[in-house]
Each structure stands twice: as structure tokens, then as C-alpha cells.
């Protein structure tokens, strides 16, 4: 199963790309973080985040995209922002018929350390291992993107996975 994780973000974009053979049979296809600057006009930061995505989907042919959903208390500007790279993210899913779903940070940290309460550098050590990297990848943008594709083929192998 081939997966694409997004960490969404308008200025920092977490994209990753993994093939999952099994429960111990992993490996990382692709990953980046896609910048844009809050100096830039929205248009042409959705539209890079776009094609980015879309560049991805049609390269690697995920059977899955997977996004982290985010959750805001007291942030309305930043989710407002953070929304508008997830609508892209979900457009280019759309176009390219991949089908999307979203995990929360509890639910990452459940897959991948076995239990809810890890902190974000366990989670990225467990990609390390699980992918068989060298290095404990990063930015921290680019780890998260690879924990939500690791998440989704766990819950997807399990058959409780659920289409946003």
C-alpha cells in the first residue's frame, strides 16, 4: 500500500510518501516540505501547496492520502490559514481520485508508539525505525507527514480506517 501523509500547514507543508508491505515491511518513496511566505498573495500560496500535492499524487499513485487534523482553541487566524492548505490538499485528492482521510494527534501516537501520550520526538523515532532510516527524520513538519502515512496503512491493515 503506497500513502501519502500531509502535515497541513500554510506556511510549513509536510508531505510524505511511504509503501507499506506488511506489519515490519516499510519504506520511505518521498518527502518534503513545501514553504510559502506569509509575504505572498493566498492565491499563490494555495496554489503551490496545489501542485505540489498534485505533483506527488500523479508521481507515486498513493492508493491513500492521509491528513493530521487539526484542532484550534483559541487560534481562529492560524486555522483559518491552515485551512486553506488543507482545501487544496483535498482538491488534489479529489482531481486525482485518491481517496482522503484524517487522524488525530492521539490516534498517531496510538499507531505508532502504542500508546496516546508520546511525545512528538518518540513519534519521529518510530518512523526512523519503522522506515529504516538512518536519521530521525526532519523537519518536524516532514516526520509528522510520515507518521500519518504510517497511521493510516496501521488502521487501514486493521479495517477501521474512515474516509474524511
Same mark, same amino acid.
Given at each position: 500500500?503506497? @500513502?501519502? =501523509?500531509?502535515? /497541513? ?5 509536510? $508531505? ?5 508491505? =506488511? *506489519?515490519?515491511?516499510? +519504506? %520511505? ?5 513545501? +514553504? ?10 494555495? =496554489? +503551490?501547496?496545489? &501542485?505540489? @500535492?498534485?505533483?506527488?499524487?500523479? #508521481?507515486? +499513485? /498513493?492508493?491513500?492520502? &492521509? ?24 482538491? &488534489? #485528492?479529489?482531481?486525482?481520485?485518491? *481517496?482522503?482521510?484524517? !487522524? =488525530? /494527534? ?5 499507531? $505508532? ?10 513519534? #519521529? %523515532? ?12 526532519? /523537519?518536524?513538519? %516532514?516526520?509528522? #507527514?510520515? &507518521? ?6 496501521? !488502521? ?7 474516509? %474524511?
Amino acid at each position: 500500500m503506497v @500513502v501519502l =501523509g500531509v502535515d /497541513p500547514g500554510i506556511t510549513h507543508l509536510g $508531505l510524505g510518501v511511504v509503501e507499506v508491505r =506488511g *506489519p515490519q515491511k516499510a +519504506r %520511505l518513496l518521498h518527502g518534503e516540505v513545501v +514553504r510559502t511566505s506569509a509575504r505572498e498573495r493566498a492565491q499563490e500560496r494555495v =496554489g +503551490r501547496i496545489h &501542485a505540489r @500535492v498534485k505533483e506527488a499524487l500523479l #508521481a507515486f +499513485r /498513493p492508493e491513500a492520502l &492521509a491528513v493530521e487534523e487539526q484542532f484550534f482553541y483559541r487560534q481562529n487566524e492560524l486555522a483559518y490559514k491552515v485551512g486553506w492548505a488543507l482545501g487544496a490538499v483535498l482538491v &488534489a #485528492a479529489f482531481e486525482a481520485g485518491v *481517496p482522503a482521510y484524517a !487522524y =488525530g /494527534p492521539m490516534q498517531v501516537k496510538q499507531a $505508532l508508539a502504542g500508546h496516546g501520550h508520546a511525545g512528538k520526538e518518540e513519534v #519521529a %523515532l518510530m518512523v526512523r525505525g519503522i522506515l529504516g532510516l538512518r536519521e530521525t527524520p526532519g /523537519p518536524s513538519h %516532514l516526520a509528522d #507527514a510520515l &507518521a500519518i502515512a504510517l497511521t493510516h496503512a496501521f !488502521y487501514a491493515r486493521l479495517g477501521v480506517a474512515k474516509p %474524511l
